[in-house]
């Protein structure tokens, strides 16, 4: 595969940048809380500095430009409520916690599977299917792992002010439950848009 751009073109990225900004700046509008809104955006933030930065020299399919933007809109609005006070999400289908979290993580799986895929496609690191797969699906369970460490971390540094960060809600096993949902994420990823995902890449 090349490094060619793809067929993401100039009213598509205005697009793109449009709701990306827009959404922002709706986010840092009087957030529930600052430093989560913080943590919880910092991600968006750095992915946007990350596509900026090889929109030239590695442009990626028009699939995931949409998805990672999705994902950071994800992000930016449980930045604003807090993941554990998205008001769709209150009561939602009967469950006593607020899930947003996990449609968070679930994200999390889901996205970046689809971006080592389009990686390792690209840059000819594993042919297989089966074992490019296999690391896709090991590759996302061990980021949601870092991701959780990293969640640990800033509760140590930052003490009380990181409980709406990390978003347990008093769920013993969120930490867990949270990687789960990351790993389903990738493998319904792979499952239903590897061929979509195919298509775009022949057209690189």
């Avoid at 690191?125 to 959780?148: D, K, P, T």
């Amino acid at each position: 595969m090349s490094n060619e751009p793809s067929n993401f073109n100039p009213p598509a990225k205005y697009l793109w940048l449009t709701l990306f900004s827009a959404t922002l700046i709706w986010s840092a509008i009087e957030p529930k809380d600052g430093l989560t809104w913080f943590l919880e955006v910092l991600p968006a933030l750095i992915g946007f500095v990350v596509l900026a930065a090889t929109y030239n020299s590695f442009r990626l399919t028009p699939l995931l430009y949409i998805l990672i933007l999705i994902h950071c809109i994800i992000l930016m609005i449980g930045g604003h409520y807090t993941y554990a006070e998205v008001p769709l999400f209150n009561d939602l289908f009967g469950f006593e916690r607020n899930n947003y979290d996990k449609l968070g993580h679930f994200a999390q799986g889901f996205v970046p599977a689809l971006i080592a895929r389009e990686v390792i496609i690209r840059k000819g690191v594993i042919n297989g299917e089966h074992w490019r797969n296999f690391f896709i699906v090991c590759f996302v369970l061990a980021f949601s792992a870092f991701y959780e460490l990293l969640e640990w971390w800033v509760a140590e540094a930052s003490g009380e002010d990181a409980v709406a960060f990390l978003g347990t809600q008093g769920y013993i096993w969120d930490t867990q439950s949270d990687m789960f949902t990351a790993l389903i994420g990738a493998v319904v990823a792979l499952a239903f848009l590897s061929k979509l995902h195919n298509r775009q890449l022949n057209c690189l």
